[in-house]
């Protein structure tokens, strides 16, 4: 039966049932969504929609992040036949509230980020949504009836200056497009069975078509498993490539090229470099299994079950589609715009034409206008330009689309991408320039992490400007302008270079550079005419959202602390937001030593990614370690620390009503303390409990000093897989690693374990409480979870007489009442509140 509109895909969510659809990051949890469970929400959605009396051709507008609730809302609108309006979750509010003006928006639907933004019109929680609608039926939700034509969503350009434009794209637009994948995977299902489930780690928003299609429309076909990250951070996209054993990355290409310079970056930490581009020169022309096999540890560092990119948004330099492709990887790029409902050619995933932007797809035309244009027709094409209640059209004569891109076909009927139009740098002399074949050529030399090629005017016409972020200060300019400048025609050659002041270029959310923004700085420093004002340094700018300062007003000089008033927490958010701003991995060590924004930027340039690897093996979280773990515990913990001293526990009702995973806070007496925290838990909790300690002095018994002999470093060794294993002992760092930590104890927690922390850090020297570290509250605050506070009495007398048992009685546990904290609250707060629970439970007997 011929689909009329996208809602008839929730049939596939409502019969795929229990199936995982999406996996989404909640602070340092793992959220999973069951399709089943998309279906419903969006069913709910539709109801809350006809409750308010929203219907066919009103207009929602959502804006956050991407997640299944994101998804049941588009399905919820679908079904009404509502127009839905995505916003970038990183638009700015005015650029918003200017849409939301425009469109007529009868409801906004928006992140707890935004949700102090939209004062202005009637508006709903995102993450809230699904208790919010818990009022209403689960049962299926009958979708008004549709036509082809009928407007699905209003697509906005991104901006804060110029007048939004936003993009009508129909229901028979996005059928149009999914048609022909849905006929092309149909031949290859049989061979899914056995790699099921297709995970896919998606960083592409969704409020963007290409991003819809990657993240909603295409998993669901395939019964696939959408992973959503909102972190770019080169580390943690490998991680969780490993950790979901994800299968295909879909990204832009920034990402992909980030993903590179970690891997290299890695090598050179390991002195492996050298050998490695050896053996990668080697491998050109090998088979693919034998190429898999020579690059098997970055394989084994993605996990076994990766095995493909997906690249859009922007064209993917040949050197990085290389990089991949050799490593035994596909790469797998498409092309298309907005106004093409996205896909326009995508290549094939077994058969990729080595730099191009694939085939055209069945349903649309692709010509060559004679200037090299790409010209698009067919059913993708959208319905037209939203201009109040009706729409203006997006093609001109004989229904062609004239993309404003420039390209070229080979005699295949492959798609390669030369440049934007508007692009094209026309010189003093009428040649035509693109800015991708310089681009090409300054990526090829070593000293250029990165680089765009910039229009500057000149005697009426323009010449190329190359703008270059150089890997090292001490590179030479002029000597990689000249061998980037060896390789091209001269008309093509660039006479004028500069080099960016920042670690890398202001981007828009898609991750491409900001041209215009970038011409603008660079003409005024070298003293040409614009007519665009205004600088902000990007580091400067995430300094003032974080302290609420003005960046403008910001000097290299001013003092993260006595000027800025930057907390231990502010801290630990700015080095997140740096760490994804630039794609890099910072040193938390360098970072607690920057005294001024000046120093800040010195360890940005000279930043390496030298530090201490700590280990967190999951094993201990499965069978049979677990069985182990138990027998230990009731053969020799437990009498153990009755033969200590059997200790008076008061309070356990108080979990009488508490049955998930908790956050356990506790006082630091002695390394026994966890022993006494596990006899007093009830057994629910005590049989699935880890417990951070120590990282440093844990990695030490890891990975003993070579200074160490032989014997001893055995018994280190031995004493660290007994820690591990019969006590879950993970490493909480007290310098750097720390979020890492972090992030493994929500891993814990995802599983099912408690998690059992002593926020003082260090033993306490006089009995008294010492000042909880700032990171028990982050922690609290990510996980999400209930937290316990628990006090430990009369140990620390015990060890003060020098005794080594006490007697029955005398050290006495008490545990209080757990506490929730709402999301986004203040982890200063939690930790003022964690330390009086723990203080409040103080035992006033003599």
């Not at 670690?503 to 003293?527: H, M, N, W, Y």
Request: net charge positive; proline share 6%; aromatic share 10%.
């Amino acid at each position: 039966m011929e689909r009329r509109s996208v809602a008839s895909y929730l049939e596939n969510f409502a019969r795929r049932g229990a199936e995982c659809a999406y996996v989404q990051r909640r602070g340092y949890r793992s959220v999973r969504w069951a399709y089943r469970d998309v279906a419903q929400l969006a069913c709910r959605f539709a109801s809350e929609l006809e409750s308010r009396g929203i219907g066919k051709g009103d207009r929602v507008l959502l804006w956050g992040a991407n997640s299944a609730e994101w998804v049941s809302a588009f399905f919820g609108c679908s079904l009404r036949g509502v127009v839905l309006v995505p916003m970038d979750d990183a638009a700015a509010p005015d650029f918003a509230r200017r849409v939301a003006e425009q469109v007529g928006a009868r409801l906004l639907v928006v992140s707890r980020a935004h949700s102090d933004a939209p004062g202005f019109m009637p508006f709903l929680v995102l993450e809230e949504l699904p208790s919010i609608l818990a009022r209403h039926a689960s049962e299926p939700y009958f979708p008004v009836p549709l036509d082809l034509a009928d407007p699905l969503e209003i697509v906005f350009t991104s901006g804060t200056t110029a007048e939004p434009k936003g993009v009508v794209i129909t229901n028979g637009n996005v059928l149009g497009n999914i048609a022909p994948l849905e006929t092309e995977i149909a031949k290859y299902l049989k061979y899914e069975r056995l790699v099921r489930p297709i995970r896919f780690l998606n960083l592409l928003p969704l409020s963007h078509v290409f991003g819809q299609f990657l993240g909603i429309f295409l998993p669901q076909l395939l019964g696939g498993t959408v992973v959503f990250q909102d972190t770019l951070k080169p580390a943690e996209v490998i991680g969780t490539i490993r950790r979901e054993r994800i299968s295909v990355l879909v990204s832009v290409p920034r990402v992909l090229q980030t993903l590179k310079e970690k891997i290299e970056r890695d090598l050179k930490v390991q002195d492996r470099f050298e050998r490695f581009q050896r053996t990668f020169k080697a491998a050109e022309g090998k088979h693919f299994l034998h190429r898999w096999w020579i690059f098997r540890k970055v394989h084994r560092q993605l996990g076994w079950k990766f095995w493909a990119f997906i690249s859009g948004g922007a064209a993917l330099d040949s050197a990085t589609e290389e990089f991949w492709r050799r490593l035994g990887f596909a790469v797998v790029q498409g092309y298309g715009l907005t106004e093409t409902t996205s896909l326009v050619s995508v290549n094939h995933p077994f058969h990729v034409g080595r730099g191009s932007i694939g085939k055209v797809l069945a349903g649309r035309e692709v010509k060559l206008a004679p200037d090299g244009e790409i010209l698009v027709r067919g059913s993708g094409v959208a319905a037209g330009y939203w201009n109040g209640q009706k729409s203006q059209p997006v093609v001109a004569e004989e229904n062609w689309y004239h993309t404003g891109d420039i390209g070229e076909l080979d005699t295949e009927g492959n798609l390669y991408f030369k440049g934007r139009k508007k692009d094209v740098i026309v010189t003093p002399a009428g040649m035509n320039v693109y800015p991708e074949d310089l681009e090409a050529a300054l990526r090829r030399q070593p000293e250029v992490k990165d680089c765009v090629v910039i229009a500057l005017p000149h005697n009426g016409n323009a010449e190329a400007c190359a703008v270059v972020i150089l890997r090292s200060a001490e590179a030479d300019v002029r000597e990689t302008m000249r061998r980037a400048n060896a390789s091209l025609a001269e008309y093509q050659r660039m006479n004028k270079w500069f080099v960016w002041p920042e670690e890398d270029f202001p981007r828009t959310p898609t991750q491409k550079p900001k041209t215009r923004e970038i011409q603008s700085i660079v003409a005024r420093e070298l003293g040409r005419p614009v007519s665009e004002t205004g600088f902000a340094s990007p580091l400067a700018e995430l300094i003032g959202r974080i302290t609420g300062k003005a960046s403008a007003g910001l000097t290299p000089n001013d003092n993260l602390e006595a000027d800025l008033n930057l907390s231990s927490l502010d801290r630990v958010e700015l080095l997140g937001a740096l760490e994804d701003r630039y794609q890099v991995d910072l040193s938390e060590t360098r970072f607690a030593a920057v005294g001024n924004i000046a120093d800040l930027e010195n360890m940005l340039r000279g930043e390496t990614t030298t530090r201490v690897h700590y280990h967190y093996p999951r094993w201990v979280l499965r069978w049979p370690a677990t069985w182990i773990r138990l027998m230990a515990h009731y053969l020799l913990v437990r009498p153990a620390v009755f033969l200590l001293g059997w200790p008076h526990i008061e309070g356990r009702e108080n979990l009488k009503d508490v049955r998930g995973p908790v956050l356990v806070v506790c006082n630091h007496i002695d390394d026994v303390d966890v022993g006494f925290v596990q006899t007093a838990l009830p057994a629910r909790l005590r049989h699935k409990l880890a417990t951070a300690t120590g990282g440093e002095a844990l990695e030490i018994l890891r990975t003993p000093p070579e200074s160490r002999n032989l014997v001893s470093r055995i018994y280190d060794r031995i004493k660290w897989n007994l820690g591990v294993s019969l006590l879950n002992l993970f490493p909480l760092p007290r310098a750097a690693g720390f979020r890492e930590s972090f992030a493994y104890a929500g891993e814990c927690v995802d599983r099912g374990y408690s998690v059992l922390i002593f926020p003082e850090g260090h033993h306490t020297t006089d009995g008294k409480l010492l000042p909880f570290r700032a990171g028990a509250g982050l922690l609290a605050n990510n996980l999400g979870i209930p937290v316990v506070p628990v006090r430990i009495d009369g140990l620390f007398e015990v060890k003060q007489a020098g005794r080594k048992f006490a007697w029955p009685g005398e050290i006495r546990i008490r545990i209080g009442a757990s506490q929730r904290f709402p999301p986004d609250s203040d982890p200063a707060r939690i930790v003022q509140e964690l330390q009086k629970a723990v203080e409040s439970l103080r035992d006033s007997s003599p």
